[in-house]
């Protein structure tokens, strides 16, 4: 019996049942989180949650179809997992019918709340840049976008603009990151430059997440949920703000599951990880971000690792070595001979660990 067969056999959920467990997981914990902050029905967090996820779900029956007739097919990298050949093209840019769903519902079940707006428009700047790249990538019929310092430039454009935004309506009272056992490191004007950091990292992380049916959707719906719950006492706006985001990744996950009717492309992608940066950096909530975002530090660790390692062990014939058999890290564990569900099932198993460890340390 070899080893893949064995795991096969311990582990092997399908893309459905994914999908039913991280829902029905996902709503208990938004049902939890009404009993814990004593919600009633008029300002319940369930409400707005089962709306974002019913909506994205819908619309998208429509605007599935719709991204197939404008030929907005995927393409995959040759040089990546062969059996990710087969879903050359799929539809992408799925966050055009994500976002603006999630961003709407936020919106109005805040009742235009001034900072979920400012997020908002943070959240629609990356899923605009996001939205640049595929539109180059499909144009140019191959898997490259924008070039990588114009991407930059313009998520450093977008970040600073709502870090002056945040600067102005806040002050300083933004400038303290919050530390495990009652620990504030006071940053002052380096704080700023933090923000931004963590605007390009948080978004390009989750964009790196983004290589298998329902693993950046399904991690980013929890690592939303997680960030409500952390701060649904002190700013039930803005935790209004993570659970509809979060209801809208989850509904993606009824297209995205394995196999895959659409996938979220950069649009999505990005997007998702502007809008936990926004969330952090209101909050002062930046190191319970690092700990909810483990799987997303990871996956990027593992892409700089590679390409390190590589560039170190460069022989006299300009080749390297590989640290792992693929970047980032679920290519690796796929190579391994892992199915693409049980790669998603760990890490929603581990994100969802992750997500306790900070709602019981209290550690934001």
Wanted: aromatic fraction near 10%.
């Amino acid at each position: 019996m070899n080893e893949k067969a064995s795991t096969s056999r311990l582990f092997s959920p399908t893309g459905t049942q994914l999908l039913l467990a991280i829902a029905f997981a996902a709503t208990a914990i938004v049902a939890a989180l009404d009993y814990r902050f004593n919600h009633s029905f008029t300002n319940s967090l369930l409400l707005p949650f089962i709306s974002a996820a019913l909506g994205v779900a819908a619309v998208g029956y429509w605007a599935v179809p719709k991204l197939g007739q404008l030929k907005m097919g995927q393409f995959i990298r040759e040089d990546g997992p062969q059996a990710h050949l087969k879903k050359a093209g799929t539809p992408t840019m799925g966050g055009v019918f994500i976002v603006p769903t999630g961003l709407l519902a936020a919106i109005l079940w805040s009742k235009f709340n001034v900072d979920v707006i400012a997020m908002s428009l943070m959240t629609a700047s990356y899923l605009a840049i996001g939205g640049v790249d595929d539109w180059k990538s499909l144009s140019n019929r191959k898997n490259e976008g924008l070039t990588p310092k114009g991407k930059l430039a313009l998520q450093v454009g977008a970040a600073a603009a709502f870090c002056a935004w945040a600067y102005m309506a806040k002050g300083d009272v933004l400038t303290k990151v919050n530390l495990p056992l009652g620990i504030t490191l006071p940053l002052g004007i380096l704080f700023w430059a933090l923000a931004i950091f963590t605007l390009l990292a948080e978004s390009n992380a989750t964009n790196l997440t983004d290589g298998v049916d329902g693993l950046a959707g399904g991690t980013g719906s929890i690592a939303l949920l997680a960030m409500a719950a952390i701060n649904g006492v002190r700013y039930p706006a803005i935790s209004i703000f993570c659970i509809c985001l979060s209801g809208a990744y989850l509904g993606f996950l009824v297209h995205n599951r394995n196999k895959a009717r659409v996938f979220m492309g950069d649009t999505g992608s990005l997007a998702l990880g502007g809008a936990l940066a926004a969330v952090a950096i209101l909050t002062g909530s930046l190191w319970s971000l690092l700990v909810v975002s483990g799987i997303f530090f990871i996956e990027t660790l593992s892409v700089i690792a590679q390409v390190g390692y590589y560039k170190s062990t460069k022989g006299p014939d300009g080749k390297g070595k590989r640290l792992f058999r693929m970047a980032p890290f679920h290519h690796h564990l796929e190579l391994g001979g892992w199915t693409e569900t049980q790669v998603v099932g760990v890490f929603y198993v581990i994100n969802l660990l992750l997500a306790l460890i900070c709602w019981l340390t209290r550690i934001a």
